[in-house]
């Protein structure tokens, strides 16, 4: 089992920058990809940012914008977001994949919300 904790949500001002945390524990060893979703209110889920093997990956919406990184020492995976706009408020997900049985943990989310 692997257990994910997020942190550093708020409410920020349009063009704000604000730095999310997930610590991960339990089985981490096991964790291959690591990724940060997000979901608005009436909206899917959808994919931000992923991290592999030191490839980062992003949604066409956040790129030039948001940057993930993860400390392998730490056992965490960051999710720095610059340029803030309103349609980035959302609930923030952390998600790690397991590399051989490819189940999928989840974080319990960190509200995000950009004021106009």
């Known amino acids: 089992q692997v257990q994910l904790v997020e942190s550093g949500g708020g409410l920020v001002q349009a063009g704000g920058s604000l730095r999310l945390s997930c610590a991960a524990s339990?089985?981490?060893?096991?964790?291959?990809?690591m990724a940060w979703y997000r979901q608005a209110p009436g909206k899917q889920r959808e994919l931000v940012a992923a991290?592999?093997?030191?490839?980062?990956n992003y949604a066409d919406s956040v790129k030039g914008r948001f940057t993930i990184s993860r400390d392998t020492a730490k056992n965490t995976v960051f999710l720095q977001m610059n340029s803030l706009k309103p349609e980035d408020t959302a609930v923030y997900y952390c998600?790690?994949?397991?590399?051989?049985?490819?189940?999928?943990?989840w974080g319990q989310g960190t509200q995000v919300t950009v004021s106009s």
């Open positions: 991290i592999s093997g030191g490839r980062a």
């Open positions: 998600n790690a994949v397991h590399q051989f049985t490819l189940a999928a943990y």
């Open positions: 339990g089985v981490i060893f096991s964790i291959n990809t």
